[in-house]
């Protein structure tokens, strides 16, 4: 039973007992290097690994969404399948 462990084995284990990217046991009385509040990592190698990591995905995520609210999708009459168009935008009511 490891430091960080609850008294029952039934338990999760403690966020504190491994390094999110790699697994590896963090040990007693060791430097734990932190991100994003509560998810820890053993070096700073891993710790930027993953920060980068979320970076890529974030723009990723942001380049999608941006090109698929520019794009338009039109409906098919032939298609029994296909779905109404609906126009996103700001409504302004005077």
Request: charged share 30%.
């Amino acid at each position: 039973m490891s430091h960080y462990s609850g008294c029952m084995d039934s338990q999760k284990p403690h966020f504190l007992e491994a390094c999110f990217l790699c697994r590896k046991p963090l040990g007693y009385n060791s430097d734990i290097f932190m991100y994003r509040g509560n998810t820890p990592f053993c070096s700073k190698e891993c710790r930027q690994e993953q920060i980068e990591v979320d970076e890529s995905t974030r723009k990723k995520s942001w380049k999608m969404s941006s090109s698929s609210s520019r794009s338009t999708r039109k409906s098919d009459p032939k298609d029994s399948t296909s779905k109404k168009t609906v126009r996103t935008g700001t409504v302004a009511v005077a």
